[in-house]
């Protein structure tokens, strides 16, 4: 559930809890990351029997960090390539300039 309060401020339900954050123009944004948080707590408590929303919270949190890990890891790798890739066709572009 998400309620606007006004521009710089927002109120959403993360797990059963309200939380008023702040949001400036991004109001969208800030609704979409808290219903993902919501999500992957429902998710672990699905599949696991933890009582504690403290313990759910930060299990979500790991599962998120691991997320940005992994994709970061992802992003890394691709550069990398996209940079080897690009030094391929720098030489091969100086190569045939040259003849």
Known sequence: MLEIMSKKQMRVNI?????????????DY????AAYVDSKMKEIQKS???????????????NIADELFQEKQYRERLIEQINDESKKMNRT???????
Not at 30 to 33: F, L, S
Not at 93 to 99: F, M
Request: net charge negative.
């Open 15 to 27: 797990f059963g809890a309200e939380y008023a954050l702040k949001a400036d123009n991004n109001q």
């Open 30 to 33: 800030i609704a979409e990351i």
């Open 48 to 62: 696991q029997t933890i009582s504690s929303n403290l313990k759910l919270a930060i299990l979500a949190a790991l």
């Open 93 to 99: 572009l100086q190569d045939a300039l040259d003849l």
